[in-house]
């Protein structure tokens, strides 16, 4: 297997698992929309959701870079 081929493949795992991740936000999000809690708890919710996001965006965007084929 060629170096390209083998970053393809490997570009091609870390870009699934990159959207695995944010499905898994979005499930975590319809759960914690069922839930009936406090407003305190609410908001820790969504200051856990939001601090996932930033941090799978930054993942993204580190699998771009990764294999960018400017590097």
Not at 27 to 56: P, W
């Amino acid at each position: 297997m060629s170096q390209i081929e083998y970053q393809d493949s490997e570009w091609s795992q870390d870009w699934h698992t990159i959207v695995e991740i944010f499905d898994t936000i979005d499930h975590m999000k319809s759960l914690f929309n069922e839930l009936d809690v406090s407003y305190l708890r609410e908001m820790q919710q969504k200051i856990l959701i939001l601090n996932l996001e930033k941090y799978a965006c930054s993942l993204q965007n580190y699998i771009i870079k990764k294999y960018s084929r400017d590097n």
